[in-house]
């Protein structure tokens, strides 16, 4: 643990840059992940009501009648 203090303490801006970039990096990668399920769910969601999941457009098509 005493390295570990150590080692926070001797990292300049350069270092900290890298962090934050690292961070970056996986938050983003959270994020594309969790769009991807909901998106998956959404089209189980369309198929289990029997609509098209690949038609992006029926449902405008539907609001105009």
């Not at 996986?26 to 994020?31: P, Y």
């Not at 029997?50 to 029926?58: A, F, R, T």
């Given at each position: 643990?005493?390295?570990l ?20 990096l ?6 594309k ?16 009501h ?9 449902a ?6």
């Open positions: 643990m005493d390295n203090v150590r080692f926070v303490e001797a990292m300049d801006t350069l270092g900290w840059v890298a962090v934050m970039v690292v961070g970056g996986i938050v983003e990668g959270v994020v992940v969790k769009r991807m399920q909901i998106k998956h769910t959404e089209r189980m969601a369309k198929i289990q029997g609509v098209d999941p690949g038609d992006e457009v029926e405008y098509k539907k609001d105009e009648v």
